[in-house]
């Protein structure tokens, strides 16, 4: 019989022999089959030192039972845990995706949402950096002003953000690729592996 050949099992009852005993609450029965194995263009044999599981409720039963047991990880608790802007969690327990890099992400983007997210608006700066987008708006203020002007800072990117904040909304065009940007700060990959990692413990239980 070949490494490589096919096999078709086929279980045949061959008997069901219930025991003699004294009285119906005290009888036991017996289950015997044979299983045979038949390779392509070859004769049937006999299956042996294979074990077989006769089980007591359906395979569905039988897994929703274990998946019962071993919960799906808490998505407010993983979001909370993430290192990130507490804008942005607060954005993604609001919305059903986890995955900051799919294309279709612009399309949930609002100019609202890429202004309050520190992540989505460096993204979207990047995005547009370099000259690519002819009239964004450019920023006036210093680093440096931070603590050494902090009121001229301030004053200076409120109407920087208030300026990108209508670009954005008269150039709806420009949110698209940003996407991009925000692999470094994306949870996908790692939800992914917590729901791997439950799926290995349902089909081990």
């Known amino acids: 019989m070949g490494k490589t050949a096919y096999f078709a099992c086929f279980l045949v009852v061959a ?15 017996s289950l015997e089959f044979v299983a045979r194995i038949t390779p392509t263009a070859a004769r049937p044999e006999p299956v042996r030192q294979f074990t077989f599981y006769i089980l007591t409720k359906s395979y569905a039963a039988i897994v929703k039972e274990v998946e019962e047991k071993v919960p799906p990880p808490a998505r407010d608790a993983f979001i909370d845990g993430l290192k990130v802007s507490p804008e942005l969690r607060v954005w993604l327990k609001g919305h059903d995706t986890l995955d900051l890099t799919a294309p279709e992400l612009d399309k ?7 202004i309050k997210v520190p992540e989505f608006l460096e993204a979207y700066q990047r995005s ?11 920023p006036k203020y210093r680093e440096a002003d931070r603590t050494e002007h902090p009121e001229k800072y301030e004053k200076l990117r409120q109407e920087y953000l208030n300026a990108l904040m209508k670009f954005i909304r008269e150039h709806p065009e420009t949110v698209s690729g940003v996407e991009l940007e925000l692999d470094a700060v994306n949870p996908q990959k790692k939800w992914a592996a917590l729901l791997s990692e439950r799926r290995k413990k349902v089909g081990h239980t």
Do not use: E, F, K, M
């Open 108 to 114: 949930l983007l609002t100019p609202d949402d890429l």
């Open 15 to 29: 008997s069901l022999v219930p025991a003699r005993g004294a009285s119906a609450q005290t009888a036991t029965g």
């Open 128 to 138: 547009n950096r370099g000259g690519v987008t002819s009239g964004l708006p450019r």
